[in-house]
């Protein structure tokens, strides 16, 4: 067991994306027979079609593979184009629950005032709110206290604003000593630094402990006890029934205590949303992609094996999602418990990208673009419609009556 500072305790986010460098478009060039200019015209034509795609990119959904035909590649999108889609499918002025959304304190407990299982909150950091009956805590003695005395473990900390685990951690306890806080991925960190880090970065945003979610013992048997979530993007391409589009299984890396894809080692799974199924997974991008059929640890097969409480999987994300009609796509992290699954975050603005790099297709393919216009073409009409209702009410209004 190794013991962290405290500056590192917390997940960092993912390194910036770069330019690519020699050696990769050599490598490209050698492996690939795609030469450096073919790349760079790839590129270029990539960007003149915008597809949001940054040159980095280009190479991490392997682009440069002659299995793509030109259409092909430009059925794909880099974070920018995924971003654009989804302003599309939920335009900004029809987005009144956003702010309530992107608050992962009131969004789970709106949730499951709602009768939705969700993930249970046992305590916030906060200097600047209040959270009626819930725990709120001020301060490093508070922040103590409750990691000491009223924490029930395991607990999974987090940001209350934010994505991609950023500044998350998985605390196993605290040693006999009341010191040291036990981080699942082996480490120990000084519980007073600990405490001093949150209230430093995120004391007037808010931070969340939340009971850690112990996983479903048949992925456990498969992928290891870190929970790796179900990413479950619903779209309502029927106004009043949001359905499933596609699923995939975010399988945390061994040594890793979130489930997010940038981490060195984590493996991305397509899976079939009629049964369950683990069709591929990989791990790695670009030029170090690995297809997995076994985890590289437990030896288990992960294609072909089949999630359990699939139905109410999907049933749950699709019960969530009509609760915010006016949002066009939503991507679900659904955990899977023993007792069956339950919401652990939502996101008004899933990274499409994932999809891409677990199933080597564009999301924007003959199979999805038509769904996306159907929603982005009512949308644009209802905000077209309200428009129109906001100006006869200022005519109205101007009018006195």
């Known amino acids: 067991m190794t013991s962290a500072a405290a500056e590192s305790s917390l997940l960092a986010g993912p390194p910036r994306k770069k330019a690519p460098d020699a050696p990769k478009l050599v490598r490209v060039a050698r492996e690939h027979g795609v030469g450096p200019l073919t790349q760079f015209g790839q590129m270029m034509s990539l960007q003149i079609k915008r597809t949001g795609i940054h040159t980095s990119e280009y190479y991490d959904f392997e682009l440069y593979a002659p299995r793509y035909s030109a259409e092909e590649r430009a059925r794909f999108v880099g974070t920018v184009g995924s971003h654009r889609l989804n302003l599309r499918l939920s ?6 629950h956003f702010d309530l959304m992107n608050d992962k304190s009131m969004f789970s407990t ?16 906060n200097v600047s709110r209040s959270f009626g009956k819930m725990t709120v805590l001020r301060d490093p003695a508070e922040i103590r206290n409750f990691l000491l005395n009223d924490a029930r473990y395991p607990l999974f900390a987090k940001p209350a604003l934010g994505s991609l685990s950023v500044g998350s951690a998985l605390i196993e306890g605290v040693d006999a000593d009341g010191e040291m806080l036990r981080f699942g991925n082996g480490k120990t960190v000084a519980l007073e630094a600990f405490a ?30 870190a929970l790796g979530t179900i990413r479950v993007v619903t779209v309502t391409e029927e106004a009043d029934r949001p359905r499933v589009l596609y699923v ?14 940038w981490q ?4 991305l799974a397509n ?70 699954p339950l919401i652990v975050e939502g996101n008004n603005s899933p ?42 009410e200022r005519k109205r209004q101007r009018r006195g009556g």
């Open 91 to 96: 335009p900004k002025s029809l987005r009144q």
């Open 110 to 125: 709106f949730l499951s005032g709602l009768g939705l299982r969700t993930t249970e909150t046992q305590a916030i950091v």
């Open 196 to 225: 001093q880090e949150v209230l430093k970065h995120h004391a007037k945003r808010g931070f969340l402990f939340q009971s850690a979610v112990r996983q479903h013992p048949t992925l456990t048997a498969i992928a290891g006890p």
């Open 248 to 261: 995939l299984w975010k399988i945390p890396s061994p040594k890793a205590m979130s489930d997010n894809f």
């Open 264 to 267: 060195s080692g984590s493996m």
């Open 271 to 340: 899976v079939d949303i009629d049964t369950g199924e683990v069709l591929g997974c990989r791990r790695g991008t670009g030029l170090d992609t690995e297809q997995i059929g076994d985890h590289p640890v437990t030896g288990q097969p992960i294609v072909g094996a089949r999630i359990p409480f699939w139905p109410e999987i999907k049933a749950l994300a699709e019960q969530a999602h009509s609760v915010f009609p006016n949002v066009g796509v939503m991507g679900w992290d659904v955990g899977l418990s023993e007792d069956g």
């Open 351 to 392: 990274f499409h990208t994932l999809y891409q790099l677990a199933t080597g297709e564009g999301v924007m393919n003959p199979r999805f673009t038509p769904v996306f216009d159907k929603i982005a073409d009512r949308q644009a009409a209802q905000v077209k419609r309200n428009k129109a209702a906001r100006k006869s």
